[in-house]
């Protein structure tokens, strides 16, 4: 990166209500767009980045609910946050519950500018403790993602990632 190249990033936390329902999260997501788009169009941003599970809410009850609640990498939440990033020429990180044909994992997939996936990357590390119950729903993922946004790469980590220096080990020698 240059030092005359600047990198502007909308880091957002937002309320994520209760859901039980495809209808409830699909509601929560236009309501969060809508919310984004207008922090957007006062200050535009190169990257969205969105939290864990952006898309649902952390919860036993929504967990119990994931064979509605999760999506494939091409569900409501791509579709939601092309939208938001074909609109705003930006890209958007953003967080989920993925269903597989056989498991459900946490999620982040980056949508560029132009609405295409750029990919995804599954947590590695689940979270068992506290109100934490990650394990008795979700599977670990297995590999890294890497993009680049105005010259930067970028790799996203999800929460209790962070506590194992390794990742960010090999993402510095083995994918620059």
Same mark, same amino acid.
Request: hydrophobic content about 45%.
């Given at each position: 990166?240059?030092s #005359?190249?600047?990198?502007r990033l +909308?880091? %957002?936390?937002?309320?994520?209500?209760? /859901?039980?329902? !495809?209808?409830?999260?699909?509601?929560?997501l236009?309501?969060?767009a809508? =919310? $984004?788009?207008?922090?957007?169009s006062k *200050?535009?941003a190169?990257?969205? $980045? +969105?939290?864990?599970?952006?898309?649902? #809410?952390?919860?036993?009850?929504?967990?119990? %609910?994931?064979?509605?609640?999760?999506?494939?990498?091409?569900g409501?939440?791509?579709e939601?946050?092309?939208? $938001? !990033?074909?609109?705003?020429?930006?890209? $958007?990180s953003y967080s989920?519950?993925r =269903?597989? #044909? #056989?498991? &459900?994992?946490i999620?982040?997939a @980056?949508?560029?500018p132009?609405?295409?996936? @750029?990919?995804?990357?599954? =947590?590695?590390?689940? !979270?068992? &403790?506290?109100?934490? /119950?990650e394990k008795? &729903?979700f599977?670990r993922?297995?590999?890294? /993602?890497?993009?680049e @946004?105005?010259?930067?790469k970028?790799?996203?980590f999800? %929460? &209790?990632?962070?506590?194992?220096?390794?990742?960010?080990? *090999?993402?510095v020698?083995?994918h620059?």
């Open positions: 990166m240059t #005359d190249t600047n990198l +909308l880091a %957002c936390q937002i309320d994520i209500p209760p /859901m039980t329902t !495809a209808a409830e999260r699909d509601q929560h236009a309501q969060s809508r =919310k $984004v788009e207008a922090q957007l *200050a535009p190169d990257i969205v $980045v +969105l939290p864990e599970l952006s898309s649902i #809410d952390y919860s036993r009850a929504a967990f119990a %609910c994931l064979d509605v609640l999760a999506e494939p990498l091409d409501a939440s791509f939601c946050w092309r939208k $938001v !990033a074909q609109q705003h020429k930006t890209f $958007v989920f519950a =269903k597989t #044909d #056989d498991a &459900y994992f999620s982040i @980056v949508v560029n132009e609405g295409d996936l @750029v990919g995804h990357f599954d =947590k590695l590390h689940l !979270a068992q &403790y506290g109100a934490s /119950m008795e &729903y599977s993922g297995d590999g890294l /993602m890497t993009f @946004v105005k010259g930067c970028l790799a996203p999800i %929460c &209790y990632d962070i506590r194992f220096p390794e990742l960010s080990r *090999a993402l020698l083995d620059g």
